[in-house]
């Protein structure tokens, strides 16, 4: 066997590697979500399984950014089960590029999510130079994730890379506020960590369903399912935060 196919065979072996990986840390993660969501709020078991989700997100995220990366390189030879299936540049593009934007999305939440209430007492240390590399990094992957979309004529690129955009955007808005509201903070990481659960279960259901039944991959549902979910915890969540400010301002009035 030529030098050739052994690098062929090692880039294989080394993207099912970080596969399988990603589907566990991935699965972890996914359970782990629905505990401080759906438990007590700021107990001891919320700061476990949230620290559970977190670190597991945040691996996940990095073994994604590695798989989108040699897809990029290489699509037929990380996908070979989709040959004859999809051309090189489909592949590149939904497991190339828009995973590259998908997995920097997912870091970037659980980052940003965890440092808001990490630093809810010290809103400006929350601009580390880390959390604003990943807004612009973020802002990079959307932006070549859309033009790619446009290229090759994939919308669903486009409008995940519209999520992206509005990630930056509203993390911006909220990190050079001068003076935020006294729960502001627990509301941005209610949106950053319930939208790093909703980026794990879209992987789930539309990367997952590509060799279960590629036909759903693309399908708007597939997308929407974990979407709509998301964003109805997400508001209602803080929607739950700004009834009990004002109810705790009331009874001190």
């Known amino acids: 066997m030529d030098l050739s196919k052994?690098?062929?065979l090692a880039e294989?072996?080394?993207f099912?590697?970080?596969?399988?990986?990603?589907?566990?840390?991935?699965?972890?993660?996914?359970?782990?979500?629905?505990?401080?969501?759906?438990g007590r709020k700021g107990g001891a078991n919320?700061?476990?399984?949230?620290?559970?989700?977190?670190?597991?997100?945040?691996?996940?995220g990095?073994?994604?950014l590695g798989m989108s990366l040699l897809t990029l390189r290489d699509p037929f030879g990380t996908h070979p089960h989709l040959v004859g299936r999809f051309e090189a540049e489909f592949i590149r593009g939904l497991f190339g590029w828009m995973m590259l934007h998908n997995a920097i999305l997912t870091v970037n939440l659980v980052w940003y999510g965890w440092l808001c209430v990490r630093n809810r007492r010290d809103h400006a240390a929350n601009r580390t130079p880390l959390n604003r590399a990943l807004q612009?990094?973020?802002?990079?992957?959307?932006?070549?994730?859309?033009?790619?979309?446009w290229r090759i004529g994939q919308p669903l690129m486009i409008g995940i890379a519209v999520v992206g955009v509005a990630t930056v955007a509203t993390n911006w808005w909220f990190l050079w506020r001068d003076n935020p509201g006294p729960l502001d903070w627990l509301k941005e990481h209610i949106k950053a960590l319930v939208g790093a659960g909703i980026s794990v279960y879209t992987a789930f259901f539309a990367f997952g369903s590509v060799r279960i039944m590629p036909v759903l991959a693309l399908h708007p549902?597939?997308?929407?399912?974990?979407l709509v979910t998301?964003?109805?915890?997400?508001?209602w969540h803080q929607r739950k935060v700004t009834l009990g400010l004002r109810a705790r301002r009331a009874a001190a009035a």
């Open 6 to 8: 052994l690098l062929d």
């Open 12 to 14: 294989l072996d080394l």
């Open 16 to 38: 099912h590697t970080l596969v399988l990986l990603h589907i566990f840390t991935g699965a972890t993660g996914a359970i782990a979500f629905w505990v401080p969501v759906i």
């Open 46 to 60: 919320h700061k476990l399984w949230g620290l559970v989700f977190n670190t597991c997100l945040l691996v996940t």
């Open 62 to 64: 990095l073994l994604a």
């Open 136 to 149: 612009w990094l973020l802002l990079a992957a959307a932006i070549a994730c859309a033009a790619d979309g």
């Open 221 to 226: 549902v597939t997308w929407a399912i974990p």
């Open 230 to 235: 998301g964003i109805a915890l997400i508001v």
